[in-house]
């Protein structure tokens, strides 16, 4: 019989283009990879793969792997999915995802209480800005911030939650120099490499040509802490941070609203219906901090 294992790895390779990204995809070292491919290829009789300086190409034995493959695959989810449906325990693992700055500045205090509230239940956070795929089973909920309700999968159940306003801040001290007359050039800081975002001419400070970026949104609070210039953050991380203050004459933009997903049987599980009623009503608490509503400004 032709092991499941052997044709995960099989699917990843075909999917990455290449050994090595399969294998920090699955987790796993490249030879590994090469290993289970070759296992596979062995007991088929056919080559899977044709080795190009671009990457792997599938051969046409591959090409029809492939599609039955990705039958097996959804196969093996649904059969996942179902079993877990029945899994009523307060116990196990589970697995949350959302983005790293909604843990880091939000989250953490209410996935903290939840897993006082339930010492049984292991629970995974997966802060990253990739999305995680719900139907692969990579994580049993997302906390995603939506713009568009258009772009949820149809396959996915959906708790829909507060709104998510972001803002124009800069630091105490760079608005007090300024309001005093420093010459010093206030910068517009990014993540983006596009060019001049429309905030950075909004209000009453003027920015410099020349901006400062950085590579994540934890570098970028910090950048805007140290002085250096201006910056859009969502409001529940500049109106908490007692350093910041929003730059006069902005006005706030919408971000999107915040949304629980949850795929097929898995929502039925009690320690996911636990997790996602526990969070929806701390999130409907955030709602005034999430909307720049919580605090008095200056």
């Not at 179902?82 to 983005?99: E, I």
């Not at 996915?156 to 939650?161: D, M, R, V």
């Amino acid at each position: 019989m032709i092991d499941w294992d052997d044709v995960r790895y099989f699917l990843a390779a075909a999917r990455e283009g290449s050994v090595r990204a399969a294998a920090n995809r699955l987790g796993v070292n490249h030879a590994t990879v090469l290993r289970r491919i070759a296992q596979l290829e062995e007991r088929l009789g056919a080559q899977m793969f044709e080795k190009l300086p671009t990457g792997y190409r599938l051969t046409a034995a591959g090409e029809e792997v492939l599609g039955l493959a990705i039958q097996m695959e959804a196969t093996s989810h649904q059969l996942e999915t179902r079993v877990l449906g029945r899994d009523q325990s307060v116990r196990g693992l589970l697995r949350v995802t959302t983005a790293p700055t909604l843990a880091a500045h939000l989250l953490m205090p209410d996935f903290a209480d939840f897993a006082r509230l339930h010492p049984d239940i292991e629970m995974d956070i997966l802060s990253s800005g990739e999305l995680a795929n719900l139907t692969n089973r990579e994580a049993d909920v997302a906390i995603r911030v939506v713009y568009d309700r258009k772009t949820l999968p149809l396959n996915l159940h959906g708790l829909k939650g507060p709104e998510l306003f972001g803002g124009v801040y800069m630091s105490r001290d760079l608005l007090a120099a300024w309001r005093a007359g420093a010459a010093d050039p206030i910068r517009w800081i990014v993540i983006s490499m596009h060019g001049v975002p429309d905030w950075a001419s909004e209000g009453e400070v003027r920015t410099t040509g020349v901006p400062f970026r950085t590579t994540d949104a934890e570098a970028q609070v910090v950048a805007v802490r140290q002085g250096l210039g201006i910056t859009t953050l969502p409001c529940f991380v500049g109106d908490a941070d007692p350093l910041l203050v929003r730059v006069p004459g902005t006005d706030l933009h919408l971000y999107g609203t915040l949304w629980l997903l949850t795929q097929g049987e898995t929502r039925k599980t009690k320690r996911v219906r636990l997790f996602t009623e526990f969070v929806s009503g701390r999130l409907a608490g955030h709602a005034p901090l999430l909307a720049g509503l919580s605090i008095s400004r200056d």
